[in-house]
Antibody
Framework: QITLKESGPTLVKPTQTLTLTCTFSGFSLSTSGVGVGWIRQPPGKALEWLALIYWNDDKRYSPSLKSRLTITKDTSKNQVVLTMTNMDPVDTATYYC???????????WGQGTLVTVSS | QSALTQPASVSGSPGQSITISCTGTSSDVGSYNLVSWYQQHPGKAPKLMIYEVSKRPSGVSNRFSGSKSGNTASLTISGLQAEDEADYYCCSYAGSSTFDVVFGGGTKLTVL
C-alpha cells in the first residue's frame, strides 16, 4: 500500500531555511505519470498548494512562493525534499506531502508535520 | 491566483442532503475536468473523496457525489451522517503555465 511520511524540524527561526523530507513507499517516482506534491495548512486555515515534482523531474511551484521554494527527488531513496528559504512566522503551518497520479488529484497523504517559525 | 470560493459553512440534519459549491474561473474549474474534493477531520490529514469532478475512489461511500457546471463545481452528500461532520476542500488543476493547483478556502460541515 502507498504510504508517505514527512520529516524535518518542528521549530525554525525567522530568516532560516526549512528543509522537509517526504519518505514514501508503495510506489516509484520513476513510474510515468506519478508525482509528489507539498501542501501546507496554517493553524485553523485552508490548504495551500506549494510544489509538485513529477516522475520526469518536471517541477512546479506556487507562483506566490516560487522564489523561496526548491523541490527535488531521490528516486533511489524514495524521497522528495522541499526547501523553503527566508522563513517567517506566517509560514507556521502543518506541511503535508501527497502522492498524485494525475495532476491535482492527491490520493494519498502523509500525516503532516507541524513547523513553527519563531525566534 | 485566488483560491477557489467555497461557503464558509453549511449544515444539515442526519438523513438530509447538502451541497457545497466551489467557484473558480475559466482558467481552472471551467477549463479542466480535474476538480477533486477532500474531507478533513480535526487533526487529521485530508482524504480524497471525489476526483475528476465526479469519480469516487474505492472505499468512498456512494453518498458522496460531485458535479460541475461552468466555473462552479459542487459536492453533494446525501443521507447525512454524524461522521460526515468535517471540513471539505475543493481543488482544481489550473494549467501548467499558471498556478497548476489551486485549493478552495474550505467549508465546515456541521451535522445538526
Amino acid at each position: 500500500q502507498i504510504t508517505l511520511k514527512e520529516s524535518g524540524p518542528t521549530l525554525v527561526k525567522p530568516t532560516q531555511t526549512l528543509t522537509l523530507t517526504c519518505t514514501f513507499s508503495g510506489f516509484s517516482l520513476s513510474t510515468s505519470g506519478v508525482g509528489v506534491g507539498w501542501i501546507r495548512q496554517p493553524p485553523g486555515k485552508a490548504l495551500e498548494w506549494l510544489a509538485l515534482i513529477y516522475w520526469n523531474d518536471d517541477k512546479r511551484y506556487s507562483p506566490s512562493l516560487k522564489s523561496r521554494l526548491t523541490i527535488t527527488k531521490d528516486t533511489s531513496k524514495n524521497q522528495v525534499v522541499l526547501t523553503m528559504t527566508n522563513m517567517d512566522p506566517v509560514d507556521t503551518a502543518t506541511y503535508y506531502c501527497a502522492h498524485t497520479g494525475a495532476y491535482s488529484t492527491f490520493d494519498y497523504w502523509g500525516q503532516g508535520t507541524l513547523v513553527t517559525v519563531s525566534s | 491566483q485566488s483560491a477557489l470560493t467555497q461557503p464558509a459553512s453549511v449544515s444539515g440534519s442526519p438523513g438530509q442532503s447538502i451541497t457545497i459549491s466551489c467557484t473558480g474561473t475559466s482558467s481552472d474549474v471551467g477549463s479542466y475536468n480535474l476538480v477533486s474534493w477532500y474531507q478533513q477531520h480535526p487533526g487529521k490529514a485530508p482524504k480524497l473523496m471525489i476526483y475528476e469532478v465526479s469519480k469516487r475512489p474505492s472505499g468512498v461511500s456512494n453518498r458522496f457525489s460531485g458535479s460541475k457546471s461552468g466555473n462552479t463545481a459542487s459536492l453533494t452528500i446525501s443521507g447525512l451522517q454524524a461522521e460526515d461532520e468535517a471540513d471539505y476542500y475543493c481543488c482544481s488543476y489550473a494549467g501548467s503555465s499558471t498556478f497548476d493547483v489551486v485549493f478552495g478556502g474550505g467549508t465546515k460541515l456541521t451535522v445538526l
